[in-house]
Protein backbone atom coordinates (compact mmCIF):
# COMPACT_ATOMS: atom_id res chain seq x y z
CA UNK A 1 0.00 0.00 0.00
CA UNK A 2 2.79 1.90 0.64
CA UNK A 3 4.30 1.67 -3.03
CA UNK A 4 0.91 1.98 -4.22
CA UNK A 5 0.95 5.62 -2.40
CA UNK A 6 4.25 6.40 -3.48
CA UNK A 7 4.05 5.96 -7.03
CA UNK A 8 0.28 7.82 -7.49
CA UNK A 9 2.04 10.88 -5.64
CA UNK A 10 4.73 10.39 -8.36
CA UNK A 11 1.96 10.11 -10.91
CA UNK A 12 0.82 13.18 -9.56
CA UNK A 13 3.84 15.16 -9.52
CA UNK A 14 4.86 14.77 -13.23
CA UNK A 15 1.46 15.14 -14.24
CA UNK A 16 0.36 12.18 -15.29
CA UNK A 17 -2.40 12.08 -13.11
CA UNK A 18 -4.61 15.18 -11.97
CA UNK A 19 -4.31 15.47 -7.99
CA UNK A 20 -8.25 14.61 -7.36
CA UNK A 21 -7.78 11.87 -8.70
CA UNK A 22 -5.60 10.16 -6.77
CA UNK A 23 -8.13 10.17 -4.52
CA UNK A 24 -10.20 8.41 -6.55
CA UNK A 25 -7.68 5.84 -7.59
CA UNK A 26 -6.63 5.46 -3.93
CA UNK A 27 -10.21 4.54 -2.97
CA UNK A 28 -10.49 2.02 -5.94
CA UNK A 29 -7.76 0.47 -4.71
CA UNK A 30 -8.60 -0.26 -1.68
CA UNK A 31 -12.08 -1.04 -2.40
CA UNK A 32 -10.26 -3.65 -4.54
CA UNK A 33 -8.48 -5.38 -1.69
CA UNK A 34 -11.47 -5.34 0.59
CA UNK A 35 -13.57 -7.36 -2.07
CA UNK A 36 -10.80 -9.76 -2.46
CA UNK A 37 -11.23 -10.10 1.28
CA UNK A 38 -14.80 -10.79 0.97
CA UNK A 39 -14.41 -13.05 -2.18
CA UNK A 40 -11.39 -14.85 0.26
CA UNK A 41 -13.95 -15.42 2.92
CA UNK A 42 -16.99 -16.42 1.03
CA UNK A 43 -14.82 -19.53 0.16
CA UNK A 44 -13.83 -20.65 3.19
CA UNK A 45 -15.90 -23.85 4.17
CA UNK A 46 -15.53 -23.76 7.97
CA UNK A 47 -14.91 -21.65 10.50
CA UNK A 48 -15.52 -21.43 13.98
CA UNK A 49 -17.21 -18.33 15.54
CA UNK A 50 -14.21 -16.65 16.91
CA UNK A 51 -12.80 -17.53 13.17
CA UNK A 52 -15.44 -14.94 11.98
CA UNK A 53 -14.24 -12.27 14.06
CA UNK A 54 -10.96 -12.61 13.30
CA UNK A 55 -11.96 -11.82 9.63
CA UNK A 56 -13.35 -9.13 10.17
CA UNK A 57 -9.89 -8.21 12.58
CA UNK A 58 -7.76 -8.67 9.58
CA UNK A 59 -10.31 -6.77 7.09
CA UNK A 60 -10.32 -4.19 10.26
CA UNK A 61 -6.43 -4.24 10.55
CA UNK A 62 -5.81 -3.54 6.58
CA UNK A 63 -8.03 -0.78 6.54
CA UNK A 64 -6.15 0.98 9.18
CA UNK A 65 -2.88 0.74 7.71
CA UNK A 66 -5.13 2.01 4.03
CA UNK A 67 -5.94 4.99 6.10
CA UNK A 68 -2.93 5.63 7.16
CA UNK A 69 -0.46 4.83 3.78
CA UNK A 70 -3.32 6.62 1.57
CA UNK A 71 -4.30 9.95 0.86
CA UNK A 72 -7.56 9.36 2.12
CA UNK A 73 -9.39 10.09 5.11
CA UNK A 74 -10.57 7.09 6.94
CA UNK A 75 -14.49 7.91 7.16
CA UNK A 76 -14.29 7.19 3.27
CA UNK A 77 -13.17 3.53 3.74
CA UNK A 78 -16.56 3.40 5.73
CA UNK A 79 -18.26 1.76 3.08
CA UNK A 80 -16.01 -0.88 2.49
CA UNK A 81 -15.77 -1.28 6.72
CA UNK A 82 -19.39 -2.08 6.19
CA UNK A 83 -19.55 -3.98 3.28
CA UNK A 84 -16.71 -6.65 4.75
CA UNK A 85 -18.42 -6.90 8.55
CA UNK A 86 -21.89 -7.28 6.82
CA UNK A 87 -20.70 -10.69 4.88
CA UNK A 88 -19.10 -11.76 8.15
CA UNK A 89 -22.31 -11.22 10.43
CA UNK A 90 -24.35 -12.80 8.08
CA UNK A 91 -22.47 -15.77 8.76
CA UNK A 92 -24.19 -15.47 12.57
CA UNK A 93 -27.59 -15.83 11.13
CA UNK A 94 -29.16 -19.21 12.04
CA UNK A 95 -32.89 -19.12 10.82
CA UNK A 96 -33.66 -18.88 6.88
CA UNK A 97 -35.82 -15.99 7.82
CA UNK A 98 -33.05 -14.10 8.96
CA UNK A 99 -30.84 -14.99 6.18
CA UNK A 100 -33.63 -14.24 3.35
CA UNK A 101 -34.10 -10.83 5.33
CA UNK A 102 -30.62 -9.84 4.70
CA UNK A 103 -30.26 -11.07 1.34
CA UNK A 104 -33.28 -8.78 0.31
CA UNK A 105 -31.64 -5.66 1.77
CA UNK A 106 -27.82 -6.29 0.61
CA UNK A 107 -28.89 -8.11 -2.53
CA UNK A 108 -27.41 -5.13 -5.05
CA UNK A 109 -23.90 -5.42 -2.41
CA UNK A 110 -22.83 -8.87 -3.19
CA UNK A 111 -22.86 -11.32 -5.82
CA UNK A 112 -24.86 -14.50 -5.85
CA UNK A 113 -21.92 -16.28 -5.40
CA UNK A 114 -21.41 -14.69 -2.16
CA UNK A 115 -24.85 -15.42 -1.12
CA UNK A 116 -24.83 -19.01 -2.23
CA UNK A 117 -21.33 -19.22 -0.19
CA UNK A 118 -23.17 -17.56 2.76
CA UNK A 119 -25.85 -19.94 2.45
CA UNK A 120 -23.84 -23.34 2.17
CA UNK A 121 -21.06 -22.40 4.58
CA UNK A 122 -23.46 -20.73 7.00
CA UNK A 123 -26.54 -21.78 7.69
CA UNK A 124 -27.02 -24.35 4.96
CA UNK A 125 -25.29 -27.18 7.02
CA UNK A 126 -27.73 -27.24 9.49
CA UNK A 127 -30.28 -27.33 7.69
CA UNK A 128 -32.35 -30.41 6.21
CA UNK A 129 -32.57 -30.92 2.29
CA UNK A 130 -36.13 -29.99 1.60
CA UNK A 131 -35.42 -26.71 3.46
CA UNK A 132 -31.94 -25.97 2.11
CA UNK A 133 -33.26 -26.26 -1.21
CA UNK A 134 -36.39 -24.10 -0.68
CA UNK A 135 -33.98 -21.27 0.61
CA UNK A 136 -31.68 -21.89 -2.12
CA UNK A 137 -34.46 -21.17 -4.60
CA UNK A 138 -35.59 -18.14 -2.95
CA UNK A 139 -32.24 -16.76 -3.09
CA UNK A 140 -31.89 -17.27 -6.68
CA UNK A 141 -34.82 -15.36 -6.63
CA UNK A 142 -34.09 -12.30 -5.48
CA UNK A 143 -31.20 -12.34 -7.83
CA UNK A 144 -33.75 -13.24 -10.91
CA UNK A 145 -35.89 -10.46 -10.80
CA UNK A 146 -34.43 -7.62 -12.19
CA UNK A 147 -34.68 -4.34 -10.40
CA UNK A 148 -36.11 -1.28 -12.37
CA UNK A 149 -32.78 0.40 -12.24
CA UNK A 150 -30.61 -2.71 -12.77
CA UNK A 151 -30.26 -2.19 -16.57
CA UNK A 152 -29.59 1.70 -16.02
CA UNK A 153 -27.16 1.07 -13.78
CA UNK A 154 -25.01 -1.86 -15.53
CA UNK A 155 -25.01 0.54 -19.02
CA UNK A 156 -23.70 3.45 -16.35
CA UNK A 157 -21.15 1.21 -14.66
CA UNK A 158 -19.93 -0.20 -18.22
CA UNK A 159 -19.61 3.64 -19.52
CA UNK A 160 -17.99 5.00 -16.13
CA UNK A 161 -15.53 1.32 -16.38
CA UNK A 162 -14.52 2.25 -19.82
CA UNK A 163 -13.19 5.33 -19.02
CA UNK A 164 -11.38 4.61 -15.46
CA UNK A 165 -9.79 1.43 -17.86
CA UNK A 166 -7.55 3.64 -19.71
CA UNK A 167 -6.13 5.02 -16.81
CA UNK A 168 -5.89 2.17 -14.50
CA UNK A 169 -4.25 0.00 -17.27
CA UNK A 170 -1.21 2.89 -16.79
CA UNK A 171 -0.98 2.67 -13.39
CA UNK A 172 -1.34 -1.41 -13.00
CA UNK A 173 1.45 -1.54 -15.71
CA UNK A 174 3.84 0.26 -13.23
CA UNK A 175 2.38 -1.30 -9.98
CA UNK A 176 3.64 -4.34 -11.63
CA UNK A 177 7.45 -3.25 -12.04
CA UNK A 178 7.95 -4.20 -8.55
CA UNK A 179 6.72 -6.20 -5.41
CA UNK A 180 3.90 -4.50 -3.58
CA UNK A 181 3.48 -4.18 0.40
Not at 38 to 62: I, N, Y
Amino acid sequence: MSRSTALLNERVKSGGLPAVSRFGVWLVIVSHVIDRFVEAFSRVKKCSVPGRGLMSLDAATVLAAAAKAGPIVPACLARDKTHVDGFVAAFYYDSEGDLLAWVAANRERYPLRHVRALLANGIGPGLKKKALKDVTAAVDAFYLVPMPDDVARAAALEKGASAVAGGLASLGSALSGGAMT
